[in-house]
């Protein structure tokens, strides 16, 4: 008996993207994101590398042998995304065994068919570079710019203006060739703090060279959140700061969410209320109470940090938290806490838990539905001692470039919570 009719179309599919995979000039191959494997789709050979190819794409080791210093932090931010089921893409370089560089692009998508999984592709294209010094000579700037994917400026140092911008820079701050080259760096870095500024500063003039987390502002007044890459160079006795902007997941005004606002709210009534309470969990009860009917928030955290014992202690109010313990214990490696030490933040806000790699959300938030949040760190004396998280069960519902929820009563929450925390000394 012959086979049904869809089968056989199926299998002519098949072998048509069976055949197609083979023509490409580039290794292709797909992630499965939960199993940690990788399965390449074609036999392609890249003669520049060899088995070397593969390797680079399972082993972080070699990855981090092979690939120029400059580069490394790119490919990892981009390997990292992709592993996270972003589409993801750069250029970079690669010291061959023959002594030689070579330039070399990836890209991946998430797999539409396997939800698991993203696919991509590994090339050479190094020809095209060369191509370009061939026919040109030494390239130009702007040549060498448009090589990224990733939005580059070229900032003088003497004035901190614009003096070039690749495509992908101008698409993502939304402005003109001609308008570009009236920006200069503090109306970009505008919303940055006068410390994280000086850090920049004091990195690039004692090593020439500074990496971080900056927020980014666009002609339209939206700020990106980007993993920062400054490099000061030397071209044509021009003195230029080269900045390499990588945006990071939590970056929503590159996907384009609208600006909302954090909810405010502040009255003498809920001032007393919350004088009146006399523990952790009753506190963070009465500010969960004082929201509104319509509020997006369906629970309150407060983490308490304990550094130098790496833990934290939670206590929740809400719904999703009623089954977990006050004072809570969990690690202090891999918390909201430690990303906010580590980078620096003035805020860490996660709008799909379901994309995270952070060993917390996993354990404490994703179990209990809790799918966006916002965190607003306290210090002591410059040490990271307590985050208040804003959870909600629904993705997307709190606006990083806004005011922090419920900022207008922090002094009397910080009060308050030291009052309480006496009473069970």
């Known amino acids: 008996?012959?086979?049904?009719?869809?089968?056989?179309?199926?299998?002519?599919?098949?072998?048509?993207?069976?055949?197609?995979?083979?023509?490409?000039?580039?290794l292709v191959w797909r992630i499965d994101i939960v199993g940690?494997?990788?399965?390449?789709?074609?036999?392609?050979?890249?003669?520049?590398?060899?088995?070397?190819?593969?390797?680079?794409?399972?082993?972080?080791?070699?990855?981090?042998?092979?690939?120029?210093?400059?580069?490394?932090?790119?490919?990892?931010?981009c390997y990292d995304q992709i592993r996270n089921r972003q589409s993801s893409a750069c250029t970079f370089r690669m010291r061959l065994s023959d002594g030689t560089t070579g330039w070399f692009k990836i890209m991946a998508?998430?797999?539409?068919?396997?939800p698991n999984c993203s696919v991509g592709l590994l090339m050479d294209i190094t020809p095209h570079v060369n191509t370009i010094l061939s026919t040109e000579g030494r390239p130009g700037l702007s040549d060498k710019i448009d090589l990224l994917d990733e939005p580059i400026l070229l900032i003088r140092f003497s004035d901190r203006s614009v003096f070039m911008a690749n495509h992908a820079a101008r698409r993502m701050l939304q402005y003109s060739a001609e308008d570009m080259a009236a920006l200069d760096?503090?109306?970009?870095?505008?919303?940055?703090?006068?410390?994280?500024?000086?850090?920049?500063?004091?990195?690039?003039?004692?090593?020439?060279?500074?990496n971080g987390e900056l927020s980014v502002t666009d002609s339209t007044g939206r700020h990106h959140q980007c993993m920062t890459r400054i490099q000061a160079i030397a071209r044509d006795e021009e003195n230029l700061l080269w900045?390499?902007?990588?945006?990071?997941?939590?970056?929503?005004?590159c996907k384009g969410?609208?600006?909302?606002?954090?909810?405010?709210?502040?009255?003498?009534?809920?001032?007393?209320?919350?004088?009146?309470?006399?523990?952790?969990?009753?506190?963070l009860e009465t500010m969960l109470n004082a929201l509104p009917p319509d509020s997006p928030t369906d629970?309150?955290?407060?983490?308490?940090?304990?550094?130098?014992?790496?833990?934290v202690q939670v206590t929740g109010a809400g719904d999703p938290f009623e089954t977990v313990p006050e004072n809570r214990t969990h690690p202090y490696e891999g918390s909201i806490a430690e990303n906010i030490v580590r980078f620096n933040l003035p805020h860490h806000v996660v709008m799909e838990t379901s994309k995270s790699i952070k060993p917390i959300d996993w354990a404490l938030f994703i179990p209990r539905g809790i799918r966006?949040?916002?965190?607003?760190?306290?210090?002591?004396?410059?040490?990271?001692?307590?985050?208040?998280?804003?959870?909600s069960r629904q993705a997307g519902n709190y606006d990083p470039d806004a005011p922090a929820p419920l900022h207008e009563l922090y002094a009397e929450f910080l009060t308050n919570l030291e009052r309480c925390l006496k009473r069970t000394r």
């Not at 998508?109 to 396997?114: I, R």
């Not at 004088?275 to 969990?281: A, G, P, S, Y």
């Not at 629970?299 to 833990?311: G, H, P, Q, V, W």
Request: glycine share 4%.
């Open 36 to 77: 940690n494997e990788i399965t390449f789709l074609n036999a392609h050979t890249i003669a520049s590398l060899g088995e070397q190819a593969k390797a680079v794409l399972q082993n972080p080791g070699l990855a981090r042998q092979m690939i120029l210093s400059q580069d490394r932090e790119r490919f990892r931010h």
């Open 243 to 253: 900045v390499t902007l990588t945006h990071l997941n939590s970056c929503m005004a």
């Open 185 to 210: 760096l503090d109306r970009l870095f505008q919303k940055n703090s006068a410390k994280k500024l000086f850090q920049m500063y004091e990195g690039l003039i004692f090593s020439d060279y500074w």
């Open 257 to 283: 969410v609208p600006v909302r606002g954090n909810e405010s709210v502040a009255s003498q009534e809920i001032i007393q209320a919350m004088r009146k309470c006399t523990t952790v969990k009753g506190l």
């Open 109 to 114: 998508m998430p797999d539409p068919e396997l």
């Open 299 to 311: 629970a309150i955290m407060l983490s308490r940090i304990f550094i130098t014992e790496n833990k």
């Open 372 to 391: 966006s949040y916002y965190a607003q760190p306290f210090f002591d004396d410059g040490v990271l001692t307590k985050v208040l998280i804003f959870c």
């Open 1 to 26: 008996m012959s086979e049904p009719l869809e089968n056989t179309g199926t299998h002519s599919v098949d072998q048509c993207m069976s055949a197609y995979l083979a023509m490409l000039p580039a």
